[in-house]
């Protein structure tokens, strides 16, 4: 069974950082370029972070670019998301997105930036 399994969400402060993993099973990771995206409450799920199969060249939004970094890692068939220097407007619901011969998208795991 296809899983993408998204944790390390949370309530943050401005300025505060988190990781974000999503864990993979049901399908061989190292085919597929792994993303972030995420839905603040009444928008549009939008692109966040993007790596190929092999890693490097990464892509970033214009939003997060400088502040978050996209690794994975295909042994323990997990992507990681570094979030630093979290602003209120990162506020979403952020989700795992697989893109190969197939996709698959993860339930989300909800960040929160607030004092």
């Known amino acids: 069974q296809v899983q993408l399994v998204e944790s390390g969400g949370g309530l943050v402060q401005p300025g505060g950082s988190l990781r974000l993993s999503c864990a993979a099973s049901g399908f061989t990771i190292s085919n597929y370029a792994m993303n972030w995206y995420r839905q603040a409450p009444g928008k549009e799920r939008e692109f966040v972070a993007a790596m190929p199969p092999s890693g490097g060249n990464t892509d970033y939004a214009e939003a997060v670019k400088g502040r978050f970094t996209i690794s994975r890692d295909n042994a323990k068939k997990t992507v990681y998301l570094q979030m630093n220097s979290l602003k209120p407007e990162d506020t979403a619901v952020y989700y795992c997105?697989?893109?190969?011969?197939?996709?698959?998208w993860g339930q989300g795991t909800q960040v929160s930036v607030s004092s």
């Open positions: 997105y697989a893109q190969g011969l197939y996709s698959y």
